[in-house]
Structure formats: C-alpha cells, structure tokens
Nanobody, 122 residues
Framework: QVQLVESGGGLVQTGDSLRLACAAS????????MGWFRQAPGKERQFVAA????????NYAESVKDRFTISRDNGKRTVYLQMHSLKPEDTAVYSC???????????????WGQGTQVTVAS
C-alpha cells in the first residue's frame, strides 16, 4: 500500500500561486489514481481535483476549474496541485489521496495523506 505525504502549503496573498506536492512511498505509484481534497474549519471535506491512474484524464471541482492544475510525475512518485489566482475561500487543509487503478473521480479513495495547510489572506 502506498503512503502519502503532502508538502508545499503556506500563507499567501489573494491572487498568488502555490504548488502542493504529494510524495508517495510504497506500492506501485503509477497504478494509482490520485486526488486532492480540502477541508476548511467547520466545513465538509471537498473534492478538488483528481488524475487517472494512467494520467490520461483529470477532473476538477467547479470552484477550482481553470485555476488549479493536477499533474503527476511517476518517476518522482509525486502528484502536484498547481494553484493560481488563489482566493481566501481556497483556505483549507489540502490532502492527497490514492486509489488503485482508479478513475479521476471524487470518490473511492483508500489511502490518505495527513494534509498541508494553505492559507490565503485577503
């Protein structure tokens, strides 16, 4: 089973960019669909983006579409979330997740990272 560790969070200003990374160890990384989720205080966990295990398809929440890009580097065993035009409402703990041979959808993830905090100031 793969283990996931997120990094790259921090404090930024509205309109800034930030790149999150999720490093995987164990398992066969290239066979996992990868997703990004976020959870703000007092809010439900929200699907952000996902990429198919083959890398051939991506999916985004409407709230981040055209601003965020998910990608993967199988050689580095890492999935990225490149975030642009950040807004205060993007503030949350961002977690990555994995599912074996999964599609780029919002559900079905079996393995989760601990998360990294993203704070967007006005």
């Amino acid at each position: 089973q793969v283990q996931l560790v997120e990094s790259g969070g921090g404090l930024v200003q509205t309109g800034d960019s930030l790149r999150l990374a999720c490093a995987a160890s164990g398992g066969t990384f290239s066979n996992y669909a990868m997703g990004w989720f976020r959870q703000a205080p007092g809010k439900e966990r929200q699907f952000v983006a996902a990429i198919h295990w083959s890398g051939g398809h991506t999916n985004y929440a409407e709230s981040v579409k055209d601003r965020f890009t998910i990608s993967r580097d199988n050689g580095k065993r890492t999935v990225y979330l490149q975030m642009h035009s950040l807004k205060p409402e993007d503030t949350a703990v961002y977690s990555c997740a994995a599912k074996w041979l999964g599609t780029a959808g919002p559900t079905g993830y079996d393995v989760w990272g601990q998360g990294t905090q993203v704070t967007v100031a006005s």
